[in-house]
C-alpha cells in the first residue's frame, strides 16, 4: 500500500509539472511548483501529515532539484508547527543538505530550530538525547563561523551550547567551556591587531606598532606565519632572528634552534596580554622543549636543563586552570612537500562523492579528498599533541596494497597496518597506537594506484 501510495503521489506530480509547463499562466497565477504544493496541502490532513506527503513528493524530484528544494522548504515550514512533525522536517533538511549544498548554513540553522523545539518540549530521557544533539548541532555551527571569523555570531551559538549542556551535565562543559574562551580571545586580538594595522597604514615607521602587532600574531594568534609578514630591518632583532624559524615546520628546525626557541617564547609568556596569549606561548615551549629532547639523546647538563625547564613550563600552564587547557589541542599538518596533491574540488570517481575542498586537511572536518596518484604515492601528516593519541580512524577508497603507520620524528615505526586491499570500495581501518607513543608524531598512507586515492574521513582517537 505504501509502495502504491508512493506512485500515486509520483504520477500526480508529473502531471501537474506537465500541465504547467503547457500553460504560459500569467504572472499573478502561481507557479506548477506552487500549484503543486498546494494541491498536497489539501490533501493533507493538519501539519505532521502536510509535511510527510510533501517530503514523499520531494523524494520523486531527484532529477529536478529546484523544485525538490522547494518541496522541501515547504515540508520544514510545516513539520515544525506540530511535534507531530518534526521527523518531517528532519527529513527534508537531510535532503536540503544533498540537493542544494551551497545553502549549508541555512539549513544547519533550520536543523538548530527543531532540534530546539524537540528539546524544549522532551521530558525525561528524551530530553537528555535531544539535548545532546541541540548542543553538537550549535556546536558544529559555532565552529563553521568561527573558521569564517565570524566570531561574534560562533560565541552565540557557543553561549546557547554551553547553557544546555551545563543543565543536563553533559560531558561537552568544558569542551564548549574552552571554545567560548578562545572565541572571545580571539575577539579581543583582532580588535587589537585592526587598531595596530590603522596606526602602521598611517606611519609604516612606528616601530613600536609593529613591534607590538608581530608579538601580537605570535602570542594572540599563536601565529608565526602571520607574524612574519609584518617584518622589517627596523624590527627588535630576537624577532627578525626567532619569527621566520618558528614559521618553519618544527621537523625542519635543528635541535639548537629549537631549545633557543623554547626559551624565547618562554620569554615571550609575559609579554601575553591575555591568559590565552601567554598559554600560547607556552604552549610553543613545550613544543619545542618537546622536540630537542627527542633530538638531543646525549646525557649530559643542556637536556637535563631542558628538562626541568619542560616541567617547570608544565606546571605553569596547569596553573592557568581552564585558559590553559586549550594548549593540549591537535595541531595537524599536511606535509605537502613529500605527499601526493589534491585533485582540485569538483573530482569524483564512483561510488565517492564529489570533493567539496582542496584543502588535504579535508578529512579531519568530514570532508573527502582525492589524492593524484600520479604526483607520488604517499600522504602525509604532521600531528602535534600533549594528550595522549590512542589511533587514528580511516574511512576512503581505492585501496592497492595501502599501508597506513605512524612514524616518530626519526622515522621509527610505531604502529602499521597492511597492506591492505580493496580496489574501488568503501574501506574503513583503524590503527592503533601503542602505550607511551610520543606526542610529536607522522601520521603516513602509502598506495600503489595508478590514478587516485580517496581519504573520506580521517579521526583521532584520545
Known amino acids: 500500500m505504501k509502495r502504491q ?15 504547467g509547463a503547457m500553460a504560459a499562466a500569467p504572472q499573478t497565477q502561481p507557479s506548477p511548483t506552487q500549484k503543486l504544493i498546494q494541491r498536497i496541502v489539501k490533501s493533507a490532513k493538519g501539519h505532521a501529515d502536510t509535511a ?47 540537493a542544494d549544498k551551497d545553502r549549508a548554513a541555512t539549513w544547519a540553522e533550520k536543523r538548530i530550530v527543531v532540534y530546539r523545539l ?27 563561523l568561527a573558521k569564517q571569523d565570524k566570531v561574534k555570531e560562533a560565541i552565540g551559538f557557543y553561549r546557547e551550547a554551553l547553557a544546555v549542556a551545563k543543565y543536563l551535565s553533559l560531558p561537552d562543559v568544558e569542551d564548549i567551556s574552552q571554545k567560548l574562551i578562545a572565541a572571545g580571545h580571539l575577539l579581543q586580538v583582532q580588535s587589537a591587531i585592526a587598531r595596530l594595522k590603522t ?9 613600536a606598532s609593529r613591534n607590538k602587532l608581530i608579538e601580537l600574531c605570535l602570542t594572540g594568534l599563536d601565529s608565526p606565519a602571520e607574524a612574519a609578514k609584518y617584518l622589517t630591518d627596523d624590527c627588535d632583532e630576537s624577532l627578525r632572528k626567532y619569527v621566520p624559524l618558528a614559521a618553519k615546520p618544527i621537523v625542519e628546525l635543528k635541535k639548537d634552534q629549537c631549545l633557543e626557541l623554547a626559551k624565547w617564547y618562554e620569554q615571550l609568556i609575559d609579554k601575553g596580554t591575555t591568559l590565552t596569549s601567554k ?8 613544543g619545542y622543549y618537546d622536540q630537542f629532547l627527542l633530538l638531543h639523546t646525549t646525557k649530559d647538563a643542556t637536556g637535563v636543563g631542558a628538562s ?83 589511533g587514528v580512524y580511516y574511512k576512503g577508497g581505492a585501496i592497492y596494497s595501502t599501508t ?33 607513543a610520543p606526542n610529536h608524531i607522522f601520521l603516513k598512507f602509502h598506495n600503489t594506484a595508478s590514478t587516485w586515492f580517496y581519504i573520506d574521513t580521517l579521526k583521532l582517537l584520545r
Not at 370 to 383: A, H, L, P, R, W
Open 308 to 390: 626541568l625547564a619542560l616541567k617547570t613550563l608544565q606546571k605553569r600552564i596547569e596553573k592557568m586552570g581552564a585558559v590553559g587547557k586549550p594548549v593540549y589541542r591537535n595541531r595537524l599538518t599536511f606535509r605537502d612537500k613529500k605527499s601526493m596533491k589534491p585533485f582540485k574540488k569538483g573530482k569524483r570517481y564512483s561510488p565517492f562523492p564529489v570533493q567539496e575542498t582542496e584543502d588535504a586537511m579535508g578529512p579531519f572536518s568530514g570532508k573527502g579528498v582525492y589524492f593524484d596518484q600520479k604526483t607520488g604515492k604517499d600522504v602525509i601528516y604532521e600531528i602535534y599533541s600533549s594528550r595522549p593519541i590512542k
Open 199 to 207: 596606526k602602521l597604514a598611517a606611519n609604516p615607521g612606528d616601530m
Open 52 to 98: 510527510a506527503k510533501l517530503v514523499a513528493a520531494a523524494k520523486t524530484l531527484q532529477d529536478d532539484p529546484k523544485i525538490q528544494v522547494a518541496m522541501c522548504e515547504a515540508a520544514y515550514q510545516y513539520g515544525i508547527k506540530t511535534a507531530d512533525g518534526f521527523d518531517s522536517a528532519i527529513e527534508a533538511l537531510d535532503i536540503l543538505d544533498k
Open 5 to 19: 501510495g508512493i506512485s500515486r503521489l509520483a504520477a500526480l506530480v508529473l502531471a501537474i509539472l506537465a500541465c
Open 404 to 436: 597506513i603507520e605512524f612514524l616518530d620524528v626519526r622515522g621509527k615505526r610505531l604502529a602499521f597496518m597492511g597492506p591492505l586491499k580493496g580496489g574501488n570500495r568503501w574501506a574503513e581501518f583503524t590503527l592503533k597506537l601503542p602505550r607511551g
Open 279 to 286: 598559554a600560547n606561548a607556552a604552549n610553543r615551549g613545550v
Open 118 to 144: 524537540r528539546y524544549t518540549r522532551a521530558k525525561g530521557d528524551a530530553k537528555q538525547q535531544h539535548g545532546q544533539l541541540l548542543v553538537t548541532m550549535l556546536i558544529k555551527t559555532g565552529d563553521e
